[in-house]
């Protein structure tokens, strides 16, 4: 149980292009999610959190604008990177939390990431 | 932000040697949250271990362990008799209750043949 899909695992695409990723989680029902972005050799930094039928929570330093974030069901969030450019280049994994009480050892489940690369 | 400090960047051991991965963690609550993340070179985050802070008992499960220390805010990850497969960056995170993962900056091991 708990398995999140996250979909596409490579993107490869010029400057400028909008890309979205999409985590589900595929047998139980996410009331929140969280985006992770990893660069090289460093380590996972949140980047926002999302409640399901609310707006995205950002962290500092994170552009609202520039990765808008859609919850809009239970089981699917969406990262659209606007406009990338080579600097947002990196690996970005999604997490989903399950309603309180399920799967207690594990307050998040992850994605296997999305390698993101802008030429 | 309450950190978690892995102070090791990378280590390099010979296959079957024992291997201990450090992580010490700020916290300022008395409930919280210890984990252990395995993150093999494709990507994917692989759970190992949660410990919550009032469950200070050791762990062992199969060759790994770990040894939680209140006092001195650390949670300590040993691989005993290291195997190639162990190679890997391992995270060290922390949460309080419905709080999002805080992750350690990794540990990169490497174990070679």
């Known amino acids: 149980g708990a398995v999140v899909s996250q979909h596409p695992s490579r993107v490869i695409c010029k400057s400028g292009t909008s890309v979205k990723i999409e985590c589900r989680s595929l047998d139980f029902q996410a009331t929140t999610m969280f985006w992770y972005r990893q660069f090289p050799k460093q380590s996972l930094m949140l980047m926002a959190t999302s409640n399901e039928g609310s707006k995205a929570t950002y962290e500092q330093g994170v552009e609202k604008d520039k990765f808008l974030i859609n919850h809009a069901s239970l089981t699917l969030s969406t990262l659209t990177v606007t406009s990338a450019h080579p600097e947002d280049s990196s690996f970005y994994i999604c997490s989903a939390r399950a309603r309180a009480g399920l799967y207690s050892n594990q307050p998040q489940h992850f994605g296997d990431g999305t390698r993101l690369s802008i030429l | 932000a309450q950190k978690v400090t892995q102070a090791q960047t990378e280590i390099s051991v010979v296959e079957k040697e024992d291997v201990t991965l450090d992580c010490v963690y700020e916290?300022?609550?008395?409930?919280?949250?210890l984990f252990w993340y395995k993150q093999p070179p494709s990507g994917e985050l692989v759970f190992l271990i949660r410990r919550n802070s009032f469950d200070e008992q050791n762990e062992i499960s199969g060759r790994y362990s770990w040894n939680f220390q209140k006092s001195t805010s650390s949670f300590n990850f040993t691989i005993t008799a290291s195997q190639v497969v162990d190679s890997a960056v391992y995270f060290c995170a922390r949460n309080t209750g419905n709080t999002p993962l805080v992750f350690g900056k990794g540990t990169r091991l490497s174990v070679i043949a």
């Open positions: 916290t300022r609550d008395t409930t919280y949250y």
